[in-house]
């Protein structure tokens, strides 16, 4: 059976501040180009507060600690794992 979440009593800064949503998603296109079509935006922000300016960054990370990410998902997950290893790379073990 599924574990239940329990209600947090605070909001996402994203959602609360319109400039830092700007702000984000400024940061979030400018690394656009880097990661594979189809990353979600979210997805892209996480990266891009995380760090990560490509691919070959996600190398020196495991890949529950990427997908630990807020705005990581499932499917982000799977373009990243794929990207990586067509480009012969993979996340740190």
């Known amino acids: 059976m599924p574990r239940r979440r329990t209600p947090t009593t605070h909001a996402c800064e994203l959602v609360t501040d319109p400039d830092a949503r700007k702000d984000a998603d400024r940061l979030a296109a400018s690394i656009r180009e880097a990661f594979p079509a189809g990353i979600s935006r979210p997805a892209l922000r996480a990266l891009a507060n995380a760090g990560f300016t490509g691919l070959h960054a996600l190398t ?11 705005g990581m998902g499932p499917k982000a997950m799977g373009l990243l794992r794929e990207a990586l290893h067509v480009t012969g790379r993979d996340f740190r073990p």
């Open 60 to 70: 020196l990370w495991s890949e529950s600690e990427v997908a630990s990410l807020h």
